[in-house]
């Protein structure tokens, strides 16, 4: 099928209406979106469709390619503003929307991953606790005892040595 400007505009519209820009590329709802978006374009009469999903993939990827030069070359241009079309604005839209959903999802990512190692630490200090000796436990809670010292024979005759001036 050859593309037109009113089969990019229609495609076009059909984005923003699915809201595509919220699925993550590769996932199973994105997929479901561009079968739906499938169905509906190949149902339109004028201009006469025929597309599959890969195709509107590939199709999206060139109309991104092709916005992001258009507003550079818009950036650096001479000053003469180029023609305007509908489907310029569609994925200016479409790309914003995209870029502000990665970035909350980058975000919810790095909390996620902040989390699951907090996590982590403190399921590694609960086993180090779990497996330490009841002595190290005392001394960890601070009831540390100082060791009893076994009494040696020279003890008991230092005693008896003491009793004994003393009397």
Not at 36 to 52: D, T
Not at 68 to 90: F, L
Not at 107 to 134: F, P, V, W
Not at 137 to 153: I, L, Q, V
């Amino acid at each position: 099928m050859k593309w037109s400007l009113k089969h990019d505009t229609i495609f076009g519209r059909e984005l923003l209406s699915w809201e595509l820009w919220k699925y993550r590329s590769g996932t199973r709802e994105r997929g479901n979106c561009f079968d739906e978006i499938c169905k509906i374009l190949n149902n339109i009469k004028e201009p006469q469709f025929c597309v599959s999903q890969k195709s509107l993939r590939d199709r999206l990827k060139i109309l991104e390619r092709d916005c992001k030069a258009r507003k550079r070359e818009a950036e650096r241009g001479s000053g003469i503003s180029p023609e305007y079309r509908e489907i310029d604005q569609i994925m200016e839209d479409y790309l914003e929307r995209r870029d502000e959903e990665e970035a909350k999802q980058g975000k919810e990512s790095t909390e996620d991953r902040n989390k699951e190692y907090q996590d982590k630490t403190a399921g590694e200090k609960m086993r180090e606790r779990a497996m330490e000796r009841l002595a190290q436990t005392k001394k960890r809670n601070g009831h540390d005892e100082p060791r009893k010292r076994r009494h040696k024979s020279n003890d008991t005759l230092d005693y008896l040595r003491e009793a004994a001036e003393m009397e």
